[in-house]
């Protein structure tokens, strides 16, 4: 185990959140390899329930200002203490520049986060790390100013392909490295970079810990029977851009003799809309909607599947998913998957060799594929072999972890701890 006398501050939008796992599975593990983090978060959690691995962070957490006008005194005296920072005229400038182009009062929000957590940041820091290039980078990066510090940041997905491009090429101008979790981000944030060296490909990999492989037994449903009808199992929030109304869709068409039902595992803004979608095309009673869930959960939710399905598709503001971490966890448990090819979902599922790729935005590409992976049970036996092999083989957790971790260490052999005046 390496020696991080000094801490990293982790600036997240929100801790805990169900929907990120692959950020508490990392800091988790950077933990175990030795480095001393401290979280601050832009927002209070909202999920009801909390996963394990969340808990299991040993980590001092530090919520800012979700919102300025709340918390005026704690607003004043950050900026107080701030302004009086070599660093403030610069950081102050970044801003402003920042600001006429987006003039929005979340960025006026950006800029006050950061006074409270230059002011509030232990001097022990020697690094500041940001998951998300959009807010959280923000926040860090002005603050990381404020102080003289070097930032870095993981990219992900919607922050990648919604935040402008003027902004992207500054902070990759500006930050020490930044990593990211598809092959297809890097590709991206790397043409806009100044030196494409600083952004790195790193997976968020599987953590064989917590996903073990399962002991399945075929079911036998093929879609015949329809007292044992297959299970579908689909997990994600009900956003545009998990394709959900696709997927009603798609399931709509399927033949009227193939028998079969759907559990849906996730929370979001659209859950309502998309339960109307189903009562109107007759579906309500094959569909169980299971909310949000802790790993616990997932995981009994993966076991029981017959396949597991996700119609990721590009969302009208150009938000999409990365690679998403589920589709890792369902090949782990040996459940075959049928997915659409956008955006990073081909660097893993190889089309009729780790599962079933049809194009985004296509329900009958997607209804041919459900009705052959629920009627094919040798196809599924062998997809599931062979995504389950790929992913254990090629994305352990680990390998991204040495990266980080090597990232992280280099960085401390050259950091100098920020220092901030007396109150």
Same mark, same amino acid.
């Given at each position: 185990?390496?020696?991080?006398?000094?801490?990293?501050?982790v600036?997240?939008?929100?801790?805990?959140?169900?929907?990120?796992?692959f950020?508490?599975?990392?800091?988790?593990?950077?933990?175990?390899?030795?480095?001393?983090?401290?979280?601050?978060?832009?927002?209070?959690?909202?999920?009801?329930?909390?996963?394990?691995?969340?808990?299991?962070?040993?980590?001092?957490?530090?919520?800012?200002?979700?919102?300025?006008?709340?918390?005026?005194?704690?607003?004043?005296?950050?900026?107080?203490? !701030?302004?009086?920072?070599p660093?403030?005229p #610069?950081?102050?400038?970044?801003? +402003?520049?920042? =600001?006429? /182009? %987006? @003039?929005?009062?979340?960025r006026?929000r950006?800029?006050?986060?950061?006074?409270?957590?230059?002011?509030?940041?232990?001097?022990?820091?020697?690094?500041?790390?940001?998951?998300?290039?959009?807010?959280?980078?923000?926040?860090?990066?002005?603050?990381?100013?404020?102080?003289?510090?070097?930032?870095?940041?993981?990219?992900?997905?919607?922050?990648?392909?919604?935040t402008?491009?003027?902004e992207?090429?500054e902070?990759?101008?500006? !930050?020490?490295?930044?990593?990211t979790?598809? #092959?297809?981000?890097r590709?991206? +944030?790397?043409? =806009?970079a /100044? %030196? @494409?060296?600083?952004?790195?490909?790193?997976?968020?990999?599987?953590?064989?810990?917590?996903?073990?492989?399962?002991?399945?037994?075929?079911s036998?449903?093929?879609?015949r029977?329809?007292?044992?009808?297959?299970?579908?199992?689909?997990?994600?929030?009900?956003v545009?851009k998990?394709?959900?109304?696709?997927?009603?869709?798609?399931?709509a068409?399927?033949?009227?003799?193939?028998?079969?039902?759907?559990?849906?595992?996730?929370?979001?803004?659209?859950?309502?809309?998309?339960?109307?979608q189903?009562?109107?095309?007759?579906?309500?009673?094959?569909i169980?909607?299971?909310?949000?869930?802790?790993?616990?959960?997932?995981?009994?939710?993966?076991?029981?599947a017959d396949?597991?399905?996700?119609?990721?598709?590009?969302?009208?503001?150009?938000d999409?998913?990365?690679?998403?971490?589920?589709?890792?966890?369902?090949?782990?448990?040996?459940?075959?998957?049928?997915?659409?090819?956008?955006s990073?979902?081909?660097?893993?599922?190889?089309n009729?060799?780790?599962?079933?790729?049809?194009?985004?935005?296509d329900?009958?590409?997607?209804?041919?594929?459900?009705?052959?992976?629920?009627?094919?049970?040798?196809?599924?036996?062998?997809?599931?072999?062979?995504?389950?092999?790929?992913?254990?083989?090629?994305?352990?957790l680990?390998?991204?972890?040495?990266?980080?971790?090597?990232?992280?260490?280099?960085d401390?052999?050259?950091?100098?701890?920020?220092?901030?005046?007396?109150?």
């Open positions: 185990m390496a020696d991080f006398p000094r801490s990293i501050a600036i997240v939008k929100g801790w805990p959140r169900l929907s990120e796992t950020i508490a599975q990392e800091l988790g593990a950077l933990e175990r390899r030795g480095l001393r983090l401290r979280l601050f978060s832009l927002r209070q959690p909202t999920d009801g329930k909390v996963h394990a691995v969340n808990r299991a962070l040993r980590a001092p957490i530090v919520y800012l200002p979700e919102y300025l006008w709340r918390e005026p005194l704690r607003v004043w005296r950050g900026w107080r203490r !701030a302004r009086r920072l660093g403030y #610069a950081a102050r400038g970044r801003w +402003l520049r920042d =600001l006429m /182009r %987006d @003039p929005t009062p979340n006026g950006r800029f006050g986060q950061a006074l409270v957590l230059a002011a509030e940041m232990p001097t022990d820091v020697a690094h500041l790390y940001a998951h998300f290039l959009n807010t959280p980078a923000s926040v860090a990066r002005y603050a990381a100013t404020l102080r003289g510090l070097p930032w870095s940041a993981s990219a992900h997905a919607k922050d990648i392909w919604t402008p491009d003027w992207k090429r902070k990759l101008a500006e !930050a020490q490295w930044v990593v979790c598809t #092959a297809s981000g590709d991206h +944030l790397a043409s =806009l /100044r %030196d @494409p060296a600083r952004v790195e490909l790193v997976y968020h990999g599987l953590d064989a810990a917590r996903f073990p492989p399962a002991e399945r037994r075929p036998g449903r093929d879609g029977d329809p007292a044992n009808p297959a299970v579908l199992v689909s997990v994600g929030r009900a545009e998990k394709g959900y109304a696709d997927l009603l869709d798609a399931l068409r399927l033949p009227p003799d193939l028998h079969w039902r759907l559990l849906h595992v996730g929370g979001g803004p659209l859950l309502d809309p998309l339960k109307q189903a009562r109107r095309l007759g579906l309500d009673a094959r169980e909607w299971r909310g949000a869930q802790d790993q616990d959960g997932v995981l009994r939710a993966y076991r029981v396949l597991f399905v996700l119609a990721s598709r590009v969302a009208a503001d150009g999409r998913d990365g690679l998403p971490n589920v589709l890792l966890e369902a090949l782990s448990q040996g459940c075959p998957v049928v997915a659409t090819a956008v990073a979902i081909p660097e893993l599922i190889e009729g060799k780790t599962g079933l790729l049809v194009p985004a935005g329900p009958p590409a997607l209804t041919a594929a459900l009705a052959r992976l629920i009627a094919d049970l040798p196809l599924r036996a062998r997809l599931a072999r062979t995504g389950e092999d790929r992913v254990r083989q090629e994305f352990p680990e390998r991204g972890i040495d990266r980080l971790a090597a990232r992280f260490a280099a401390e052999d050259t950091a100098t701890p920020g220092m901030l005046p007396a109150a």
